[in-house]
């Protein structure tokens, strides 16, 4: 059977050719008695691959039973899966058959795999190995001939790695992967599967056909659809029920999609506020125009210590200092808070050609250095407006902030 003949048969509508390749894997492992694993997002259609491969089998006259994993408490899954003796735990008050055993012959369809308890994952991996099996409260073996097809929408790998999935069961489930495409990557699919639910749902309530606007198209095309073809039925049924205009327009299509879509949608979406984000910027180019300052004094004051305090031959040697600013010295130990400049006593005389000027020494003073930020941003936003001549619009690209927050700091600082 081809891959058309396979979509008409089980309902499958779509042509990309992520969805035609899961479709082939499909049906040529359904003859097998291979493990299938179908990984896929919720709502892409597992079941319905399920479905394929055990139809298509040699097992297709046997029982086909699928069971959510994920649904049955941890305390009573052993004995939905494995069944159970009568007196085995409170309440078995006689002995009933597990899904194993029901289906022996058959398929079982294990959706939500990874949601399975360690113990049951113990449980199911010798079912794979040797077809046996002992119910809940018995001693005796039990053996069965069940295909099983498993399928998870989360990485089980991941699980397998942080301990909560046995290893060696995903193996042996994992012996043919089949992954389903999620929506959002069969694009060229979303406008056929809306058409065609539309179409069933206008039949169903007996209402007039629908017709949607281009820009309705680009809005269902361009849409993540998270919940997959699952979400893209219940809004194509929304839309058949409530919608009054039955020619749908963009707009209109909007009023159904969720406002989590994203940035998929060719719409504005709201963002942080641009005054926050330029309030932080203007703190962090403060912080760090105030850290620069720091190691170019620490610089300026190292080398005037190791010259001996004569600070006209550390500026006229060391040109350097304002392109390395970020470089730190430290200084040396004791002379952090005080030292010794020699600077040349003011004289009327010009110096000889000898040198021998008058020198003397001041014990220089130390200044404390303001570490207020509105300090440092009142002191910035005025270089700012001075470089550029009190136009407050450079200044503020100057600043890297918005002219509006300008002219409010320039208020609030009283510049």
């Known amino acids: 059977m081809d891959t058309q003949n396979i979509k008409q048969r089980f309902g499958i509508i779509g042509n990309s050719p992520l969805l035609n390749r899961a479709i082939d894997i499909a ?21 319905v691959f399920s479905q394929i491969i055990h139809q298509m089998s040699a097992r297709k006259h046997g029982a086909f039973i699928a069971v959510n994993c994920g649904a049955i408490p941890e305390g009573t899954i052993d004995s939905e899966l494995f069944g159970h003796e009568k007196g085995s735990f409170t309440g078995a008050h006689e002995a009933r058959k597990g899904y194993f055993e029901v289906a022996n012959g058959g398929t079982i369809f294990l959706d939500e795999v990874a949601e399975l308890p360690l113990g049951t994952q113990a449980r199911l991996l010798r079912i794979l190995e040797s077809g046996e099996y002992l119910r809940v409260g018995s001693s005796k073996v039990q053996k069965t001939d069940v295909r099983i097809i498993a399928a998870t929408n989360v990485d089980v790998y991941n699980r397998v790695k942080n301990g909560k999935f046995r290893e060696d069961l995903y193996y042996r489930l994992n012996t043919v992967p089949l992954r389903i495409p999620p929506l959002h990557e069969r694009k060229e699919d979303i406008y056929l599967l809306f058409r065609k639910f539309a179409a069933d749902f206008s039949d169903k309530y007996r209402s007039p056909a629908l017709h949607l606007e281009p820009d309705a198209i680009q809005i269902l095309t361009n849409y993540s659809w998270p919940g997959n073809v699952r979400q893209l039925k219940n809004i194509a049924e929304q839309i058949c029920v409530l919608e009054k205009d039955r020619n749908v327009s963009g707009q209109a299509i909007l ?79 004791g002379q952090e808070h005080a030292f010794t400049i020699q600077q040349p006593a003011p004289s009327n005389n010009n110096i000889n050609s000898n040198n021998n000027a008058d020198y003397f ?18 002191d910035l ?35």
């Open 27 to 47: 049906s040529q492992v359904a003859p097998t008695d291979m493990s299938v694993l179908i990984t896929g997002e919720s709502g892409s259609g597992k079941e």
């Open 361 to 378: 020494t001041h014990e220089a003073e130390e200044v404390e250095e303001s570490l207020s930020l509105v300090d440092k941003e009142s």
């Open 255 to 333: 009023n159904y999609i969720p406002n989590e879509a994203g940035s998929n949608l060719p719409m504005a979406i709201n963002s942080q506020s641009k005054e926050d984000f330029t309030e932080r910027d203007i703190l962090y180019k403060v912080l760090f125009d105030m850290k620069k300052d720091m190691v170019e004094l620490k610089k300026l004051v190292a080398e005037i210590i190791q010259h001996g305090g004569n600070t006209a031959t550390v500026l006229a040697d060391n040109p350097q200092y304002i392109n390395q600013l970020y470089r730190d010295v430290e200084l040396p130990v």
């Open 381 to 415: 936003i005025k270089k700012a407006l001075k470089k550029h001549k009190g136009k407050r619009k450079f200044a503020a690209q100057e600043l890297g902030i918005s002219e509006r927050t300008l002219y409010r700091k320039i208020k609030e600082l009283n510049l």
